[in-house]
């Protein structure tokens, strides 16, 4: 069984930082996409989530919202079980419950994504 467990969230001041990690366990194969979603307040659970980066299998292409190019970073350790978003320059409009998911193939930016993390809250004050 699959499990996505994502920590790093909380409360940060406009321009400031927060490094998201996402820790995944019981994986069945090594040729997995990660992914970072959000989603805006407001929206409900699990629904209208937004791409905001994705890393391939092999750690070598990254790709991001326009809206996060320039101001977050999608990494992964060298074994593979957990990745990380560097979040910097953060805005309000970053603000949302932040998911990891995780898919065999590549990375899509629809949210095709075979495995979700519970979320962890990101609010960015102005």
């Known amino acids: 069984q699959v499990q996505l467990v994502e920590s790093g969230g909380g409360l940060v001041q406009a321009g400031g930082s927060l490094r998201l990690s996402c820790a995944l366990s019981g994986r069945a194969s090594s040729y997995y996409a990660m992914a970072w979603f959000r989603q805006a307040p407001g929206k409900e659970p699990g629904k209208d989530r937004e791409?905001?980066?994705?890393?391939?299998?092999?750690?070598?292409?990254?790709y991001y919202a326009d809206s996060v190019k320039g101001r977050f970073t999608i990494s992964r350790d060298s074994a593979g079980d957990t990745w990380y978003l560097q979040m910097n320059s953060l805005i309000p409009e970053d603000t949302g419950v932040y998911y990891c998911?995780?898919?065999?193939?590549?990375?899509?930016?629809?949210?095709?994504?075979?495995?979700w993390g519970q979320g962890t809250q990101v609010t960015v004050s102005s």
């Open positions: 791409f905001v980066a994705g890393i391939n299998w092999n750690a070598v292409n990254t």
């Open positions: 998911a995780v898919r065999t193939g590549p990375v899509t930016e629809r949210d095709d994504y075979k495995h």
